[in-house]
């Protein structure tokens, strides 16, 4: 059995400990970290660095209403898996007080833009397209919905990759269209290099103005990846369009410079609401009926006022 050590010669074997400080942690960015010598580097050779430097920091929330119908609701998820920089919240009450309430959560989630699906008598769907805090915002009727699920395309493209943006030719026509057309492409624009997103171009977002309406379509990029048929980069010519959905169209009403409300900036004159559309499909049913009853009430009149002569056969075989 060995002999155990003195206290004083274990204490003497330990090294001492200095107390030195931590080293410095270096600078995170969104492209990754970046060591402190590298950033004075950066700075001394162009002071402007920094103020030239533009992040796209857009969040987008995607919410809403309650007693929403199940086509939309599935609509709203198709934008969500389409569009990885969005945040999805809890459905929110559609009532005069919606905007202080939607405003209010789009600061408390961090978003700066907002896509709130409104649906009301359990068949209009309206959707509100949102810059927050300061506006502006725009109002839509949607129409001609099809989602993902009941399209059943064979179009497929990976899911969180980056869309490119596409517009038709008219909307440089007039003003209100530019500023759609500018609201579209902060809000759909998914940012570079978002943690999220996939660092690939494989589908298209087509948004194209046809008898003032906004029909939106989503493609994929199919190109061929087989030896023979491999093609040169940037070659065109043997790409292909493969649509994926979903497919709506949006029939803008107003547009406003607040978020949720405020001065009225554009108003659509040719707008025609669905109530006053089932108002006038209604009455035209009923006038059917109406009609009905008049030739009914005219038929009676003319028999009154034009008795038929008494025939001098009816009592022949009375006897």
């Known amino acids: 059995m060995g002999k155990k050590r003195k206290q004083s010669e274990t204490q003497a074997a330990e090294p001492a400990k200095k107390d030195e400080p931590a080293p410095e ?10 060591n402190k010598e590298e950033v004075e580097k950066q700075t001394e050779s162009n002071p402007d660095s920094s103020s030239q430097v533009f992040r796209n920091k857009e969040k ?34 559609s009532g005069s007080s919606k905007g202080a309430t939607l405003n209010e959560l789009i600061e408390l989630r961090g978003c700066s833009s907002c896509l709130f699906f409104e649906c009301r008598k359990h068949q209009d769907l309206y959707l509100w397209m949102s810059k927050c805090p300061s506006g502006p915002s ?10 993902m699920e009941e399209l059943k395309l064979t179009g497929n493209h990976l899911k969180g990759s980056r869309p490119l943006l596409t517009f038709s030719s008219n909307f ?24 999220k997103s996939k660092p690939y171009h494989d589908h ?25 048929d491999k093609m040169v980069r940037g070659g065109l010519d043997k790409m292909t369009l493969v649509e994926v959905g979903p497919r709506f169209c949006l029939n803008p009403i107003k547009i406003f410079a607040g978020s949720f409300g405020g001065p009225t900036l554009y108003e659509n004159p040719f707008y025609v609401s669905p109530n006053q559309i089932r108002a006038l499909e209604k ?29 001098e056969f009816a009592d022949m075989w009375r006897e």
């Not at 725009?138 to 989602?147: G, S, Y």
């Open 172 to 195: 440089e026509k007039d003003a209100h269209w530019k500023l759609l057309k500018e609201m579209i492409i902060q809000i759909f624009g998914i940012p570079k290099e978002h943690r």
């Open 204 to 228: 298209v977002f087509v948004f194209s103005i046809v008898d003032d309406h906004i029909w939106f379509r989503n493609y994929q990029i199919s190109v061929p990846h087989n030896e023979s």
């Open 60 to 93: 987008v929330m995607v919410t809403c209403s309650r007693r929403i119908n199940y086509r939309y609701r599935h609509l709203m998820l198709n934008m969500v898996s389409l569009l990885p920089h969005c945040k999805k919240d809890n459905k929110v009450e």
């Open 138 to 147: 725009v109002k839509f009727l949607v129409n001609a919905v099809h989602t």
């Open 25 to 34: 942690r270096p600078k995170r960015t969104l492209l990754g970290w970046k």
């Open 283 to 311: 009455k035209q049913k009923a006038g059917k009926y109406a009609k009905k009853v008049k030739a009914k009430t005219r038929r009676k009149m003319h028999e009154l006022s034009n008795p038929l002569e008494p025939d």
